[in-house]
């Protein structure tokens, strides 16, 4: 589980953002009413200086008609490796009936055991396989 980097992560997925507002001819204005977040709050998640939600995300993904899981990896909610993690993420990301805060818990607990439980990395003072045997 990624976590936020407030100058670097933040700023790419408000560039992004903005690119698919304007490739989707949307003003600001308009974005808002179709999510239903504040121009306001909007206009500071495009800036970098608010990181959005999940659900505001999601809303955004769904305006937008992009992917919310690319939204995900830019906000730094999700790694963007390929371990076949992603699905557990997403279907807790996307769960209504629980707040931001369980959310983050169960993904940092989620973490937690996949780091616990990965192959330890080989190092180069590890005898040969066939010298174990």
């Known amino acids: 589980m990624a976590k936020l980097d407030v100058g ?7 560039d992004y953002l903005l690119e698919q507002r304007r490739q989707a001819k949307l003003s600001l204005r308009q974005l808002a009413d179709l999510t239903g ?3 306001p709050y909007l206009s500071q998640v495009e800036r970098g200086l608010r990181r959005p939600s999940a659900e505001v995300l999601q809303q955004l993904a769904k305006a937008l008609r992009v992917s919310a899981e690319t939204l995900y990896v830019r906000a730094g ?7 076949g ?7 807790v990301l996307a769960d209504p009936s629980l707040s931001e805060r ?3 818990a169960l993904l940092d607990i989620y973490a937690s055991f996949r780091r616990e439980d990965a192959p330890e990395p ?3 003072t590890d005898p040969p396989e066939e010298e174990l045997a």
């Not at 909610?77 to 371990?83: A, M, V």
């Not at 993690?85 to 279907?91: I, N, P, Y």
């Open 8 to 14: 670097g992560t933040v700023g790419s997925v408000g």
């Open 37 to 39: 977040v504040s121009n």
């Open 77 to 83: 909610i999700l790694d963007p490796d390929e371990d």
């Open 85 to 91: 993690s992603r699905s557990v993420e997403l279907a």
């Open 102 to 104: 369980h959310k983050q």
């Open 122 to 124: 080989k190092t180069s």
